[in-house]
C-alpha cells in the first residue's frame, strides 16, 4: 500500500464517532493501492472509507442507507477533494450505485454490517433497550417500523421473528407476551417492549439484557438486513472485476453463515448431477481468503467491546461472468414486512 495523494492528512484525521471494527484486516484485505475504486458500502461514520483514502490514492464510493450518516460525511467529502463520492441507499443496489458513479467494474468492496454507535446511542432511533424513545429502529427513513410490526404481526409470526432471527429460546412466551400487552394499549416505545419482554424472559446476574434478542430480531427484520446482505454479496459478485476483493465483517451467527455458505458455494465448481452429467460445472467466481473468520485481537477488544463478535471473511474475485442464481436460498423462511404490516 502506498501513501494517498492530496488531502491525506485530513482524509486521515477528523473526529471518530464509531470506532471501525477490524479496520486493520479490512484495510489489509482490500488491498487498496493508486488509482482503485473501492465501494464502503456501510459508511456509517466513515472509519473504513477515511483509511481507504489515507492508505492509496485511489476514490471511494460511500453508500449507507442512512441520511444522517450521509450528511454526516460532508466534511470528509470535502478532505477528500474528489476522491470520495457518497450516496443514500441501500447496499443490495451497490452495483447500480457505481455505474451511476460512471464505473463498470471496481477493485473493492467491503460491508461493515449491522448498525453504527451513532444509531444505537441516539434514543429517538429507537434501537436500544437501555434508552427510551420510540420503537423505531429503521436505519433509513422510510417504511414501516418495529412499532408496526409489534403491535400488527399475528403472535405466531412474532414468535418465528423472534426465534429465527434473535435466536431467542424464549420466542413462543415473549410473542404472547407483547399480543397481551397491546391488546390494552399499543406498544410505542423502547422501554415499554424491553420491559415486556425481561418480565417473561429470565436472566441471571453477568447475562446479556434480556432483551437483547428479541431487539435484535425486530432490527433485522425491519431493515430486511439478510435480505439485503444476501443482495449485496450478488451485487458485489457483478461490479468486483477480476482479482477486486469483497471483505465482509458480520456481527452474529446469522450472517456469518450467509457469507460462509456464499462463498464456499462460489468458490465450487459443481458437477453435474447424476441425471444430467453432461452439465458443464460452472468456474468459481470467488477464491476465499480466509480460511477461518478473522476475529479481533486481545488489543482491539480491550478498546472496543463491539469486536467482540466481530467476524471477517474476504475472497478475492476470479476471472469467470458472475452467477445467474440470486442464492435467496441462504435466506431463512419468514412472512414479508410488508404482509406482515398490512393493513394495520
Ligand atoms: C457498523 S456501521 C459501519 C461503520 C463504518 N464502517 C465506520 O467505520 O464508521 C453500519 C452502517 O451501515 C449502514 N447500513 C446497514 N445496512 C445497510 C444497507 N442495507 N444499505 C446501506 N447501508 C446500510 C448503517 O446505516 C450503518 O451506518
New binding site residues.
Given amino acids: 500500500m502506498t501513501a494517498g495523494g492530496d488531502g491525506f492528512a485530513a482524509v486521515a484525521g477528523g473526529p471518530a464517532l464509531?470506532i471501525?471494527v477490524l479496520?486493520r484486516p479490512a484495510l489489509d484485505f482490500l488491498n487498496v493501492h493508486d488509482g482503485g475504486i473501492y465501494i464502503?458500502?456501510?459508511?456509517?461514520?466513515?472509519?473504513?472509507a477515511r483509511a481507504i483514502l489515507a492508505a492509496a490514492d485511489c476514490k471511494v464510493i460511500g453508500?449507507?442507507?442512512?441520511q444522517t450518516?450521509i450528511a454526516l460525511g460532508a466534511d470528509l467529502v470535502q478532505a477528500a477533494n474528489g476522491r470520495l463520492t457518497l450516496i443514500e441507499?441501500?447496499?443490495?443496489n451497490l452495483d447500480a450505485v457505481a455505474h451511476s458513479c460512471g464505473h463498470q467494474a471496481v477493485n473493492g468492496v467491503v460491508l461493515?454490517?449491522?448498525?453504527?454507535s451513532m444509531?444505537l446511542d441516539q434514543a429517538e432511533r429507537g434501537f436500544s433497550f437501555r434508552l427510551d424513545g420510540p420503537l423505531d429502529m429503521r436505519?433509513g427513513h422510510d417504511g414501516p417500523n418495529a412499532a408496526d410490526v409489534v403491535n400488527a404481526a399475528a403472535e405466531r409470526d412474532l414468535a418465528n421473528i423472534v426465534f429465527i432471527l434473535g435466536e431467542e429460546r424464549h420466542s413462543r412466551a415473549v410473542a404472547r407476551a407483547i399480543v397481551k400487552a397491546r391488546a390494552q394499549a399499543p406498544i410505542r416505545t423502547t422501554r415499554a417492549l424491553a420491559d415486556i419482554v425481561a418480565a417473561v424472559v429470565r436472566s441471571r446476574p453477568g447475562d446479556i439484557h434480556p432483551a437483547t434478542r428479541t431487539f435484535q430480531a425486530l432490527r433485522i427484520f425491519v431493515?430486511d438486513?439478510l435480505g439485503?446482505l444476501v443482495a449485496?454479496l450478488t451485487a458485489a459478485e457483478r461490479i468486483l472485476r477480476p482479482q477486486g476483493r469483497l471483505v465482509v465483517v458480520s456481527f452474529h451467527s446469522l450472517e456469518d453463515r450467509i457469507v460462509k455458505t456464499f462463498l464456499i458455494g462460489r468458490g465450487e465448481t459443481r458437477a453435474g448431477s447424476r441425471h444430467a452429467p453432461e452439465l458443464k460445472a460452472p468456474p468459481p467466481t470467488f477464491r476465499v481468503l480466509t480460511k477461518r473468520p478473522v476475529v479481533a485481537d486481545a488489543d482491539e477488544l480491550a478498546h472496543n467491546p463491539r469486536a467482540r463478535s466481530a467476524k471477517l471473511r474476504a475472497a478475492q474475485r476470479c476471472e469467470a461472468p458472475a452467477r445467474d442464481e440470486q442464492a435467496s436460498d441462504l435466506l431463512p423462511r419468514l412472512p414479508a414486512l410488508a404482509d406482515i404490516v398490512k393493513g394495520h
Fill in positions: 464509531h471501525p479496520g464502503d458500502a456501510t459508511f456509517g461514520a466513515g472509519g473504513y453508500i449507507d442507507r442512512d450518516a441507499d441501500r447496499f443490495s461493515d454490517l449491522g448498525v453504527s444509531q436505519m431493515n438486513e439485503e449485496a
